[in-house]
């Protein structure tokens, strides 16, 4: 018997890997967390299929249905939002799978980011701009943030920014970046990535906070914050394809080689 954290990516049912699909549609249990993960999602579970909503139930509600499905000898896809290493709340139910000694393992799913910047129709990584992203979320209500995983620290840095769980705590998001990232740097906040009713708000660190307030957004949103995510034009080519920068699979005799995947 064994457990798969299936990632469902954003809310697209498209965006099921074949393995997810493949997985879903053979396990006999099927927990999903349905505050997140539309029905749609989990429709190819087999017929009869145990198929449970989690959204409602604790962390010993799910595990206890686990335990259940592992003494009938039932494999169990247990599906979350996005890719489950990032949010996904998994490391505690892990620790309770191995105290237990049952199996597990983890089938990776789309990022909401990554949903995002297609949905945008843009790189987030540009050259000359930005090259790194960096995945937080702010505190709120939720689990305290490790100390030095602070908005500031980040914002230093100048990375394109994806902030998770932070829709209802604008104004401190706008007050803590703007020093760093100046009131003009382009905003996105992501709405409900993937699901029919998906929004995409554009904005600055100035008037976001007003935009995302009309349209009355508080959660399932993610922000996205960096000079990348403008209409940016002008910018040096990526050397990848640079004819004057050879790579091993393009070399050019008496030039030296640069890495392959040089941006």
């Not at 990022?111 to 949905?119: D, F, G, V």
């Not at 996105?188 to 976001?208: C, F, H, K, N, Q």
């Not at 007003?210 to 080519?237: Q, Y």
């Amino acid at each position: 018997m064994t457990v798969y954290f299936i990632g469902a990516g954003p809310g697209d049912p498209e965006l099921l890997t074949l393995k997810a699909q493949r997985i879903i549609g053979e396990c006999p249990v099927c927990l999903y967390a349905g505050s997140l993960v539309p029905p749609e999602v989990v429709a190819c579970a087999p017929e009869g299929a145990r198929v449970m909503d989690t959204a409602p139930m604790t962390l010993e509600d799910t595990h206890a249905e686990i335990v259940a499905a592992h003494k009938r000898g039932e494999d169990v896809a247990r599906v979350h939002s996005g890719d489950p290493s990032l949010y996904g709340a998994i490391a505690e139910q892990i620790r309770r799978l191995a105290a237990d000694g049952i199996d597990y393992q983890i089938v990776p799913g789309v990022p909401a980011y990554a949903a995002a910047a297609a949905a945008l129709g843009q790189e987030l990584t540009i050259p000359e701009i930005a090259q790194s992203i960096v995945l937080t979320r702010v505190s709120m209500q939720s689990t305290a943030m490790p100390e030095g995983e602070t908005l500031e620290n980040f914002a230093r840095t100048g990375a394109t920014l994806a902030i998770h769980l932070g829709v209802r705590n604008m104004r401190e998001i706008e007050r803590v970046l703007t020093p760093h990232y100046g009131a003009d740097c382009p905003v996105v906040v992501a709405y409900r990535v993937g699901w029919p009713d998906e929004m995409m708000i554009r904005g600055t660190l100035s008037d976001i906070r007003m935009k995302v307030r009309k349209e009355k957004i508080t959660r399932t949103a993610l922000i996205l914050v960096g000079p990348a995510l403008g209409r940016v034009r002008d910018f040096k080519d990526s050397a990848l394809y640079d004819p004057a920068k050879p790579h091993v699979l393009r070399p050019v005799v008496g030039v030296d080689l640069v890495e392959e995947n040089n941006t």
